[in-house]
């Protein structure tokens, strides 16, 4: 059986200078964090199964800089989000919450990037994703479906970045400019292997 946790927060020193640009992000400045424990105390125990969070790599990226070695399955609302709404202009969460909890969105989202109020408004934004998924025909009923989907969504259907941002992909394999295109990120070190994934299966349709 599947147990949620209940949201908690807890600060931790990241042992280097905090950027203006995290610091604009989440007005948490170095003094904010002096006196408190170093980020490779963070410890994520081993009977944890799902992480759920807005582009939930990069949260597993920090973990695995603090010394993290568990890797539970991971559902990122993200993916979700640009596969159910991919011509929406933005998948930001704050961006998400105007768009499916305005009123929510105008009293509290002032307080986003705090940890409390972004696992809240993730929370949010997931039910509704859940809920958009489930009137196109999915059936999303159990956190392991959620998983399923969440991993199904992470194969991209449209560019997010680029000239071509914004494009379906398979349209985008069916001209001789785009399978180029294609055909060039497929060469790229960096390519995420969900992109990679969705180039080749659009160029192996054709």
């Given at each position: 059986?599947?147990?949620?946790?209940?949201?908690?927060?807890?600060?931790?020193?990241?042992?280097?200078?905090?950027?203006?640009?995290?610091?604009?992000?989440?007005?948490?400045?170095?003094?904010?964090?002096?006196?408190?424990?170093?980020?490779?105390?963070?410890?994520?125990?081993?009977?944890?199964?799902?992480?759920?969070?807005?582009?939930?790599d990069f949260d597993?990226?920090?973990?695995?800089?603090?010394?993290?070695?568990?890797?539970?399955?991971?559902?990122?609302?993200?993916?979700?989000?640009?596969?159910?709404?991919?011509?929406?202009?933005?998948?930001?969460?704050?961006?998400?919450?105007?768009?499916?909890?305005?009123?929510?969105?105008?009293?509290?989202?002032?307080?986003?990037?705090?940890?409390?109020?972004?696992?809240?408004?993730?929370?949010?934004?997931?039910?509704?994703?859940?809920?958009?998924a489930n009137s196109?025909?999915?059936?999303?009923?159990?956190?392991?479906?959620?998983?399923?989907?969440?991993?199904?969504?992470?194969?991209?259907?449209?560019?997010?970045?680029?000239?071509?941002?914004?494009?379906?992909?398979?349209?985008?394999?069916?001209?001789?400019?785009?399978?180029?295109?294609?055909?060039?990120?497929?060469?790229?070190?960096?390519?995420?292997?969900?992109?990679?994934?969705?180039?080749?299966?659009?160029?192996?349709?054709?």
């Amino acid at each position: 059986m599947t147990v949620l946790q209940a949201p908690r927060a807890k600060r931790f020193n990241p042992l280097k200078e905090i950027s203006l640009g995290s610091m604009a992000i989440s007005h948490i400045c170095d003094e904010d964090v002096a006196d408190e424990p170093p980020h490779t105390d963070f410890r994520l125990s081993n009977s944890v199964e799902y992480l759920i969070g807005h582009n939930i790599d990069f949260d597993m990226t920090v973990l695995k800089n603090a010394g993290v070695t568990h890797t539970p399955n991971l559902i990122c609302t993200n993916a979700m989000a640009n596969y159910l709404l991919p011509t929406l202009e933005s998948h930001k969460l704050v961006y998400l919450l105007y768009y499916f909890h305005r009123y929510i969105a105008r009293a509290q989202a002032r307080d986003a990037h705090a940890a409390i109020a972004d696992i809240y408004f993730t929370e949010l934004v997931l039910g509704s994703l859940i809920d958009l998924a489930n009137s196109q025909g999915h059936e999303i009923n159990d956190v392991e479906s959620l998983y399923e989907f969440s991993e199904m969504a992470r194969i991209p259907t449209h560019l997010s970045f680029g000239k071509h941002k914004g494009e379906a992909i398979a349209d985008l394999a069916a001209s001789s400019e785009g399978t180029g295109y294609i055909k060039w990120l497929l060469k790229q070190d960096s390519i995420d292997p969900y992109l990679a994934q969705a180039c080749q299966q659009a160029l192996e349709s054709l």
